[in-house]
């Protein structure tokens, strides 16, 4: 049996790894071309069409790994927009110069919502749906904040489409680390 | 290959706070106008274009939605450029531009003394690009070459180093209107190109230079003017040759038409571009 010590540096080292990968996967896509190619335009549309899989999966996976121990969820999602502005300013916004705290708040919100959706208990019902609406949650906070900074709105004419696709991609974010974690037996809850 | 126009030239504006004496501006006698933001977002939703130069016969930075534009242009993922003569820039201004999601950032200088009353500006930005930790805006300076100021050039190749500038555009002066403004002849060109380009290895500087004027242009083969009252011309030297207006057919339809098509045909004789070497 690990010892409370042991057990309290393994979680924040997955803490650290799952934000760290995360924001490692963000900054090392080339997003421009892939969503040019499929016709997705931004604000954010790389959140739009991959926030599922570069966001809420490292997110919940680490919130699980803990054993969905209080706040790990959102500790590894304010990590995330942490780890990426140390490379570059978020969404390259430098006026005001505190644009990145939108960042965290947007990361925060995704960390509650899928901190909240695996209480009581775990099902893939559950999670899903919380996967999907984390990350349609942290993408409207991500677009209000670029809207109002630099008056850039997601097209209306396709806002139903890109928010079917960010729930979407949140789902199979969500529901992948779910079978991931049974099939291994890597979740200690 | 005149079908596809990837490149947009877009004039947010006719006015400007200077008067550089090779500049053609003053004799092309336009009206002084600013693009409608609503407009330019029409002309983008009706075209595609994959890179758009804000730089036309004004200054980009006296349209107050400027920024708003270029955010506007990258949210649609499209490669945007701005050239500036960078005297009213500052702090926030910069922190704009940064924001708005702008890819290349140029200062347009022609003579030394020129440079000397920007160079603060341009320090600014390349300290504040360096201290915000930007991959982007490339920041550019745009050197318009002519017999006048050949032996500048070298001065404000080091000058734009010292600056922190990271890349250098050499482009040929045309002024149709002022003969007293000459160009390079081939041989000088040559001489000076060869010279910038090592000096600029030296300096680890990115260098463009100006391919060979060919008929049809470079200009029009990949590329389209747009003025500020969004009249589609086929090019900036070419304000007055209206095509069609930009906000009622696709680009890609004008490029087809008669009209067009009958231009890129005569341009050999055309009195403009029989002149034209840039």
């Given amino acids: 049996m690990p010892t409370n010590d042991s057990s309290t540096i393994k979680n924040l080292l997955t803490i650290f790894v799952c934000a760290g990968v995360s924001a490692t996967i963000n900054l090392s896509i080339p997003m421009r071309p892939i969503l040019n190619s499929l016709g997705i335009f931004g604000p954010a549309g790389g959140m739009i069409l991959f926030g599922g899989f570069i966001f809420v999966l490292w997110v919940t996976l680490a919130h699980l790994i803990t054993g969905c121990k209080k706040l790990s969820g959102v500790s590894t999602a304010i990590l995330i927009p942490a780890f990426c502005m140390l490379v570059s300013p978020w969404y390259g916004v430098v006026d005001p110069p505190w644009f990145g705290v939108y960042g965290v708040i947007a990361f925060l919100v995704m960390g509650l919502m899928i901190e909240f959706s695996c209480k009581p208990k775990l099902s893939f019902a559950r999670l899903g749906i919380g996967g999907g609406i984390a990350n349609l949650s942290c993408l409207t906070v991500t677009w209000l904040a670029i809207g109002f900074y630099t008056h850039v709105w997601p097209s209306t004419r396709f806002l139903p489409l890109y928010l079917a696709i960010a729930f979407m991609s949140g789902v199979v974010g969500a529901v992948i680390v779910l079978v991931l974690t049974k099939k291994t037996k890597i979740c200690q809850s | ?278």
């Fill in chain 2, 1 to 278: 290959m005149f079908g596809s126009k990837p490149f947009f030239q877009v004039e947010p504006t006719t006015a400007c706070n200077l008067n550089c004496e090779i500049c053609m501006r003053s004799w092309l006698n336009r009206p002084i106008g600013f693009m409608d933001f609503n407009g330019f977002k029409k002309l983008l939703n009706l075209n595609h274009p994959t890179y758009i130069g804000f730089h036309g016969w004004g200054e980009p930075l006296l349209h107050n939605q400027i920024y708003d534009m270029i955010a506007y242009a990258s949210s649609r993922k499209i490669t945007t450029s701005l050239i500036t003569n960078g005297t009213l820039l500052d702090e926030k201004k910069i922190r704009k531009l940064f924001s708005s999601g702008l890819k290349e950032f140029a200062f347009g200088v022609y003579r030394l003394k020129r440079l000397e009353k920007v160079s603060e500006k341009i320090l600014l930005t390349t300290k504040l690009k360096k201290e915000f930790k930007l991959k982007d805006p490339k920041i550019f300076l745009d050197i318009t070459v002519y017999e006048g100021n050949v032996d500048e050039i070298p001065k404000i190749v080091e000058e734009a180093s010292m600056l922190g500038v990271e890349a250098i555009n050499l482009h040929r002066l045309f002024n149709q209107h002022n003969p007293s403004f000459k160009a390079l002849d081939e041989e000088k060109e040559a001489k000076l190109f060869g010279e910038i380009k090592t000096l600029a290895k030296k300096l680890k500087l990115q260098t463009f230079l100006p391919s060979k004027h060919t008929n049809p242009c470079r200009v029009v083969k990949y590329g389209i003017y747009i003025t500020w009252d969004f009249k589609v011309t086929p090019c900036c030297f070419l304000p007055k040759e209206y095509l069609a207006d930009a906000l009622s057919a696709k680009v890609k339809d004008i490029v087809k038409s008669q009209p067009y098509k009958d231009f890129v045909k005569n341009m050999g004789k055309h009195t403009v571009c029989s002149k034209c070497i840039i």
